[in-house]
């Protein structure tokens, strides 16, 4: 990672719970790298969650979730608005096809995510592998081992 600093989109659009476990994953990305800019895109009503976190510059309110995409107008005002922020990385702790051709559109450099969705891996050029459903893996886990996708040791 470059020394100045790394504005990092991290992508959680859903429940409260999976908000929740990635809140490690914000944490070791910090300590890992701790001039980035942590922008986590989140759901209004989990946006208190990470709000006032000390690992996050800003939260970006997902305009999907929020019915504000069902036009191609407002899908490309969408894919301005990211590319208004400079991303460097986008990690994806949450990955559907719309949230990759966004980042991938938003023309962000590094793409970070589960290499295993294999229809969708063509938009990540840093692939990692995870398994979800491996029931000794628990999802906190899996959300760290996206970072490997960073290139960098990990900092505890």
Not at 6 to 30: E, F, Q, S, W, Y
């Amino acid at each position: 990672m470059p020394a100045s600093t790394t504005n990092v989109l991290v992508v959680r659009p859903d429940a409260i719970g999976d908000v929740t476990l990635m809140i490690p994953m914000l944490n070791t990305l910090k300590k890992t790298i701790p001039n980035a800019r942590i922008y986590p895109l989140l759901q209004p009503y989990t946006k208190a969650l990470l709000d006032h976190h000390p690992a996050v510059t800003q939260v970006v309110l997902d305009r999907k979730k929020q019915g504000k995409c069902k036009t191609i107008r407002q899908f490309f005002s969408y894919v301005a608005y990211i590319k208004s922020f400079q991303f460097d990385v986008v990690v994806f702790s949450y990955l559907d096809g719309f949230y990759a051709v966004l980042a991938w559109m938003a023309g962000i450099p590094i793409r970070i995510g589960d290499g295993q969705k294999i229809g969708l891996r063509m938009f990540l050029n840093r692939p990692v592998s995870l398994h979800f459903r491996h029931l000794l893996i628990h999802e906190v886990e899996q959300n760290i081992e996206l970072l490997h996708g960073l290139r960098v040791p990990l900092s505890k």
